[in-house]
Every structure is written in structure tokens, then in C-alpha cells.
């Protein structure tokens, strides 16, 4: 078992996502990147901790690679957008994968560089080493499987969905 940290914007949106793929064991909510202790969503929302909401995702090497996560990730935001992920602004809602080795690192340099290439850029992804991650509320937890409704307007009012 491996584990990968992706800030997508909000962890709402790009969960399920992950979820379904094969090999992927568990996928949870949270906060990473700042230096407060047991943040709040509140405090995150609002900007004053440092952190980015935040999936931990758990999967199986054998069966799903690094580098397809982060393609899959890649895939799930709009990595143009310096300021926030479509009506989530802030620095909590800016995109980030939070490394655990030197491989994961390699790959997601690699990945931005072929973005760029094929897209032309700049591009807005935070590459850092991991310090710490600390699950959300449980209401958080599986949003979309809890509130498909308000899931689904949340989609579509975020600009993710068009309907």
C-alpha cells in the first residue's frame, strides 16, 4: 500500500474520482500543507492556517501507478488557475500534491513539464514534501455518497458540472 496527497480544490469534488478507480483502497478528506495543528474547515475555508483542503489517497502500486494518479489528478482541475479552483478561491483551494520520496516528485515535474508542452502554461501546482495531514470533519467524509443532491448542485454551482 502507498499513499498519495492531491489539494484539488475542494476535497468534495474530486473524491469520487478517485474512489472508483481500481486499486485505490480509501480516499479521505483533510487538511495539509500549513503548520497549525488539528485545523478546523472553518479555519481552512477562511484562510487562516496555511492548509489546502486535502485527499489522502491510498492505493495499491501493483494494481494503479503514481503516475496515473497524478494523470487522473491532472485531469480533475484546471491547473491554469493560480488563484483557486472554479467559484473556491483562496489558498486553501489552490492545487498542490504533497510528496512522500524522490519518485513522486520526479513524476509530478514530469507531468507539469508535459502539460505545458502539450498545453502551454504557466501552471499552477504546488510540488511539495509532505509535513502532516490531518483528517476533516466526518461530515466531509464520502460528501458526495451522504448528499448526492447537494453534491450534485454543489458540481454544478461550482462551475465543475455544466447541466
Known amino acids: 500500500m502507498e499513499t498519495v496527497y492531491f489539494a484539488g480544490g475542494c476535497f468534495w469534488c474530486i473524491t469520487p474520482t478517485f474512489r472508483q478507480m481500481e486499486g485505490v483502497y480509501s480516499v479521505v478528506s483533510g487538511y495539509s500543507g500549513g503548520d497549525e495543528p488539528d485545523p478546523t474547515y472553518e479555519d481552512v475555508k477562511y484562510q487562516r492556517t496555511g492548509h489546502r483542503e486535502t485527499i489522502r489517497v491510498d492505493y495499491d502500486p501493483e494494481r494503479v501507478s503514481f503516475a496515473r494518479l497524478f494523470e487522473i489528478f491532472l485531469g480533475s482541475v484546471n491547473p491554469f488557475d493560480p488563484d483557486g479552483q472554479y467559484i473556491d478561491r483562496g489558498h486553501s483551494y489552490t492545487l498542490a500534491v504533497y510528496y512522500l520520496n524522490k519518485e513522486q516528485e520526479r513524476i509530478c ?42 453534491f450534485r448542485r454543489e458540481l454544478i454551482e461550482s462551475g465543475r458540472v455544466k447541466e
Open 109 to 150: 515535474y514530469e507531468g507539469i513539464d508535459k502539460l505545458i508542452e502539450e498545453e502551454g502554461g504557466p501552471v499552477y501546482i504546488s510540488i511539495e514534501p509532505f509535513k502532516s495531514f490531518y483528517p476533516a470533519e466526518e461530515y466531509h467524509q464520502d460528501y458526495d455518497l451522504k448528499n448526492p443532491e447537494a
